[in-house]
């Protein structure tokens, strides 16, 4: 079963939505619905558990007030006006990722934050953000209307995860539940602090067409956030050893599909393309993860080819602490316009990488030239009779077929140092994701650096 029907703050409101949706009226307020529900979760939470929860969050405001001195309010109005208290506070509640920007066109006629705290010396107005972005605008008419003036704090819902996190183990069993819970609900609305993989996380990406579209879109929006949180984390530990070139980091924006991936891609400019140099390169699905140094098409195949003509000594010893990963030497058939191959391993790989002879290489790929029309006639037969099927589970259409004969008169070739890991190991891994993978990713690096640099 999905985890979030377990969750108690759960419901079917709650949802990762597109940031289309934040361009429409209907999306916006739906939207605030669901910032409106995180913040009664919040104040619920330390309605119903001990002084412990409030007062571990108040120290991330400085604030060493009683915590049971403080009162609630969800939803302040125009009737509400805290100008007496000594210590006014505006505080927002957001992800890292949270948009903050200023917009003039903001309307500030009316001004209803999400919450407040308060005692006989201290108010603190609380505005929620999960998806939408943060306005200067409304916050000042926030300040305004309620406060008269104010200290501006802003605190992350990952630093709040992190704070409840830390005292779990000193907690009643009660509050221990519920603030277990409340992390979960964040974690499922993808604003909780980067914890690592869950086997869950996997088995729904192969619930496409199983499960109705928006909840599968849901999920896979869901999962992208996880996987932005996992690349921002693992860039902080790679970004001093990868110095050697210009790199960036992106993930996929595909949902409709049961997989996704992540890539750090190296470039002269922010015009260079993704795959113009080989990439390090995570790919997802419901059977686990794969991390590759990854060439996919042509001009970044033949840096790694040239590297192995000029240097193969250099070229193999950079292999020899990879004894896990493969060498895969790939052949593509294309079917369709745009980045549609079929793959196909050449004849005798993968092969073990730190073992291997980079000269046989040159020869494999030679011979399989040599061979090509013979590959292309018998992999173009399999498709036609459905032993190798689209990706959609569906079998290629004649205007497929054809279009496979006419385009492909000379191969194309792909090559990956890869290693795939199950999700058994991915799920072991928790908090200590970021670190494994740095730590994968470093031998890869010596490669890169011979290749690239």
Not at 209 to 222: A, C, Q, S, V
Not at 375 to 400: A, C, D, E, P, V
Not at 415 to 424: C, F, G, N, V
Request: proline letters at 3%; aromatic letters at 12%.
């Amino acid at each position: 079963m999905d985890s979030k029907y377990s969750n108690i703050f759960w419901h079917q409101g709650v949802k990762v939505f597109s940031d289309q949706l934040l361009k429409t009226e209907t999306g916006k307020v739906k939207i605030s619905h669901l910032e409106n529900d995180v913040t009664k979760s919040l104040l619920n939470l330390f309605q119903h558990c001990s002084g412990k929860i409030l007062k571990t969050f108040l120290k991330l405001l400085d604030i060493n007030d009683n915590p049971n001195t403080f009162e609630s309010i969800f939803q302040v109005t125009n009737q509400h006006n805290f100008f007496s208290k000594k210590n006014r506070i505006m505080l927002c509640i957001i992800s890292t990722d949270t948009p903050r920007k200023s917009d003039p066109n903001y309307n500030v006629s009316k001004s209803i934050p999400d919450g407040c705290l308060f005692n006989r010396n201290t108010a603190i107005l609380i505005e929620v953000k999960t998806q939408s972005p943060l306005i200067e605008e409304q916050i000042e008419a926030h300040i305004k209307q309620h406060l008269k003036t104010a200290t501006i704090r802003i605190v992350t819902w990952e630093d709040i995860s992190e704070s409840f996190i830390s005292i779990l183990s000193k907690l009643n069993p009660k509050d221990k539940f519920l603030v277990s819970q409340f992390n979960d609900f964040i974690e499922l609305l993808g604003i909780s602090e980067f914890k690592g993989f869950v086997e869950s996380d996997y088995r729904m990406l192969g619930s496409l067409g199983m499960i109705p579209d928006e909840d599968f879109l849901d999920h896979k929006r869901l999962f992208h956030k996880k996987m932005n949180k996992f690349m921002e984390s693992l860039n902080e530990k790679l970004s001093p050893i990868m110095s050697f070139k210009n790199y960036d980091w992106r993930t996929a924006k595909v949902l409709m599909s049961s997989g996704t991936w992540s890539a750090f891609y190296f470039h002269d400019n922010k015009n260079t393309g993704v795959n113009d140099y080989p990439n390090i390169n995570f790919n997802y699905n419901e059977h686990g993860m794969m991390l590759a140094f990854n060439s996919e098409i042509k001009k970044s195949v033949n840096l790694i080819l040239k590297t192995i003509k000029a240097s193969p000594e250099e070229f193999d010893k950079s292999l020899e602490q990879l004894s896990n990963f493969s060498f895969s030497l790939y052949y593509k058939l294309q079917f369709s316009p745009k980045d549609n191959f079929v793959w196909n391993f050449i004849p005798g790989y993968p092969k073990n990488a730190s073992s291997l002879n980079s000269k046989e290489v040159l020869h494999s790929i030679e011979q399989f030239k040599q061979n090509w029309a013979d590959f292309k006639k018998t992999l173009i037969f399999q498709m036609k009779i459905g032993l190798i099927k689209h990706l959609s589970g569906k079998l290629f259409s004649q205007k497929q077929l054809e279009f496979a004969i006419k385009k492909n008169t000379n191969p194309l070739f792909a090559i990956a140092l890869e290693k795939r890991y199950s999700i058994d190991e991915i799920a072991a891994l928790k908090k200590k994701t970021s670190n494994f993978f740095k730590i994968e990713i470093e031998p890869l690096l010596k490669v890169a650096k011979i290749v690239i640099s």
